[in-house]
T-cell receptor, first 118, second 114 residues
């Protein structure tokens, strides 16, 4: 159980276009999902916390207008990179907290999306 | 602010060795701690989750311990194999506004050579 599916796994786009990344919890409801960015040889950086039915909470330094997050249902959160530029090229990972019966079972991660902006 | 440090940053060992990966954190008020594995270009795979009230968890050749008071966790890998080669990440979770926000270490890059 507790599977998170992330699509696409790899995307190449032209500079100036927008890219949407989807994150789905397949067998559980995720009221909260998290979006991370990983730079080469660096740790994961939390970008934003996505709450179902409300606005996402962005970490300091993350541009809200560039990284649009929508969490319209309990099983789907999307991250849209708008007007992408080469510096947005990175590995993006989503995750959801898996909780049941009041106990937190940790995080389940999607398989990640490698974005390359050319 | 929570800071998580993983030592060593990189490790290269021959097959068969027993390994210890270290994770330390500055704020002991954690909810739980989780060890992950990441293969190059892939997402994270959860290895072991330790609740704050627990001392250790075991899964196969992996054993993770937690000493919350001293801010330390170790991941022990017995009889290492080339397939264990990956980056191992430690994350500590703290409650924040109804959610549990993780702070990650930078990881230990492990290479096990035949």
């Amino acid at each position: 159980g507790a599977v998170v599916s992330q699509h696409p796994s790899r995307v190449i786009c032209k500079s100036g276009t927008s890219v949407k990344i989807e994150c789905r919890s397949l067998d559980f409801q995720a009221t909260t999902m998290f979006w991370y960015r990983q730079f080469p040889k660096k740790s994961l950086m939390l970008m934003a916390t996505s709450n179902e039915g409300s606005k996402a909470t962005y970490e300091q330094g993350v541009e809200k207008d560039k990284f649009l997050i929508n969490h319209a249902s309990l099983t789907l959160s999307t991250l849209t990179v708008t007007s992408a530029h080469p510096e947005d090229s990175s590995f993006y990972i989503c995750s959801a907290s898996f909780a049941r019966g009041g106990a937190n079972y940790g995080y389940t991660f999607g398989s990640g999306t490698r974005l390359t902006v050319v | 602010k929570q800071e998580v440090t993983q030592i060593p940053a990189a490790l290269s060992v021959p097959e068969g060795e027993n390994l210890v990966l270290n994770c330390s954190f500055t704020d002991s008020a954690i909810y739980n701690l989780q060890w992950f594995r990441q293969d190059p270009g892939k997402g994270l795979t959860s290895l072991l989750l330790i609740q704050s009230s627990q001392r250790e968890q075991t899964s196969g050749r992996l054993n993770a311990s937690l000493d919350k008071s001293s801010g330390r966790s170790t991941l022990y890998i017995a009889a290492s194999q080339p397939g264990d080669s990956a980056t191992y990440l430690c994350a500590v979770f703290a409650a924040s506004g109804g959610s549990y926000i993780p702070t990650f270490g930078r990881g230990t890059s492990l290479i096990v050579h035949p």
